[in-house]
C-alpha cells in the first residue's frame, strides 16, 4: 500500500512540475511574438518598458494559475483513489490538509518565477531585474494562495470529470486574458468594459504588484492598495475552500 500511495504521488508531483517548464516557452515564443506585433515598448507608470519584460510578471502569474490548478486537481484524484479518506484518518485536520496543498502550490510557483527571473530574463533582455525582491516574493505567494483556493470548490463538488474540466476551461480563460497580463490597462483604446472586468479580476492585482516588484516605476499607495484588494480575495476563496472541503462526503 505504501509504495502504492509513493507511485500516485509521484505522478501527481511530475504532473505538477510540467507548468513550471512551460512557463518558459511562455516567456520566450509568445513574448517574443507578441513584441513583433506591439511593438518594442509598452506604457508602464510613467515610462515605457521593453514588452518582454512587461509581459515576464503575467507569464510567471500565468504559470501559479496552472501550478494551482494543477495542485487542486490532487484533491480529486485523491479523493476518488481513496488517498483522501486516509490521509484524513490520521489525527490531521482538513485546515493542514489544505495548507500542506497550498505551501505546494507557493513552492512550486516561486521555482518556476526564478526560472523566469534568473533564466528567462537575463537571456532576452541581457540584465537580471527584481527592484524589490519582497515584493515579488509577496505577490507570488498570495497569488498562489488565491488561485488555489479558487478551483478548491469545484475541485471537491462537480462529480463529472467532463464537467469539471469544461468550468476550469471557462474560467481560466478569462482570468488570464481579461487581465493585465498581457497588456496595460492604461491604454485609451482599451474599452471600459473590459477595465471593469479586468479590475474584478485577482489576476490583474497578483501580475501589477509582481510587476511593481521586478520593474518598480509605480507609486507606493497604489501597491498597498492592490495588495489589500487580492488578500480580501484570498480570504473570502479560503473560506468558500474550507466549507466546501468539510461537506465532501469520503
Same mark, same amino acid.
Not at 504559470?63 to 494551482?68: E, H, R
Given at each position: 500500500?505504501?509504495y502504492?500511495?509513493?507511485h500516485?504521488?509521484?505522478?501527481i508531483?511530475?504532473?505538477?512540475?510540467i507548468?513550471?517548464i512551460t512557463?518558459?516557452?511562455?516567456?520566450?515564443l509568445f513574448?517574443l511574438g507578441m513584441?513583433g506585433?506591439i511593438?518594442e515598448?509598452?506604457?508602464w507608470?510613467d515610462?515605457?518598458?521593453?514588452?518582454?519584460l512587461?509581459l515576464?510578471?503575467g507569464?510567471i502569474?500565468m504559470?501559479?494559475?496552472?501550478?494551482?490548478q494543477s495542485?487542486?486537481?490532487?484533491?480529486?484524484?485523491?479523493?476518488d483513489?481513496?488517498?483522501l479518506e486516509e490521509i484524513?484518518?490520521w489525527p490531521?485536520?482538513?485546515s493542514?490538509?489544505i495548507?500542506?496543498?497550498?505551501?505546494?502550490?507557493?513552492?512550486?510557483?516561486?521555482f518556476?518565477?526564478? #526560472? @523566469? !527571473?534568473?533564466?528567462g530574463l537575463?537571456i /532576452?533582455?541581457?540584465e537580471?531585474?527584481?527592484a524589490n525582491?519582497?515584493?515579488? $516574493?509577496?505577490?507570488?505567494t498570495?497569488?498562489?494562495i488565491?488561485?488555489?483556493f479558487m478551483?478548491v470548490p469545484?475541485?471537491m463538488?462537480?462529480?463529472?470529470?467532463?464537467l469539471?474540466?469544461?468550468?476550469t476551461t471557462v474560467?481560466?480563460?478569462?482570468?488570464m486574458?481579461?487581465s493585465?497580463?498581457?497588456?496595460?490597462l492604461e491604454?485609451?483604446?482599451?474599452?471600459?468594459?473590459?477595465k471593469?472586468?479586468a479590475?474584478l479580476?485577482?489576476m490583474?492585482?497578483?501580475v501589477?504588484?509582481?510587476r511593481?516588484g521586478?520593474i518598480?516605476q509605480?507609486?507606493?499607495q497604489?501597491i498597498?492598495?492592490e495588495? #489589500? @484588494? !487580492?488578500l480580501?480575495?484570498t480570504?473570502? /476563496?479560503f473560506?468558500?475552500?474550507l466549507?466546501s472541503?468539510?461537506r465532501v462526503r $469520503?
Open positions: 500500500m505504501y502504492r500511495e509513493l500516485i504521488t509521484f505522478k508531483w511530475w504532473v505538477s512540475l507548468p513550471v512557463s518558459l516557452f511562455y516567456l520566450f513574448g513584441r506585433m511593438g515598448e509598452i506604457c507608470g515610462a515605457s518598458v521593453d514588452y518582454v512587461f515576464a510578471p507569464v502569474a504559470g501559479t494559475i496552472y501550478v494551482a495542485i487542486d486537481w490532487t484533491f480529486r484524484n485523491e479523493r483513489w481513496g488517498m484524513l484518518s490531521v485536520s482538513r493542514v490538509y495548507l500542506v496543498k497550498v505551501l505546494s502550490t507557493i513552492t512550486l510557483s516561486l518556476q518565477a526564478f #526560472l @523566469v !527571473l534568473v533564466i537575463p /532576452l533582455e541581457w537580471f531585474f527584481a525582491i519582497p515584493l515579488i $516574493l509577496l505577490s507570488i498570495l497569488g498562489s488565491c488561485f488555489c478551483f469545484f475541485m463538488m462537480i462529480k463529472s470529470s467532463n469539471l474540466i469544461a468550468i474560467i481560466l480563460l478569462p482570468l486574458l481579461c493585465s497580463a498581457f497588456y496595460s491604454a485609451e483604446t482599451i474599452p471600459a468594459w473590459f471593469t472586468v479590475y479580476n485577482p490583474t492585482y497578483t501589477d504588484i509582481l511593481a521586478i518598480g509605480v507609486a507606493y497604489e498597498v492598495w495588495i #489589500l @484588494v !487580492l480580501a480575495f480570504v473570502v /476563496l473560506g468558500i475552500s466549507v472541503l468539510k $469520503l
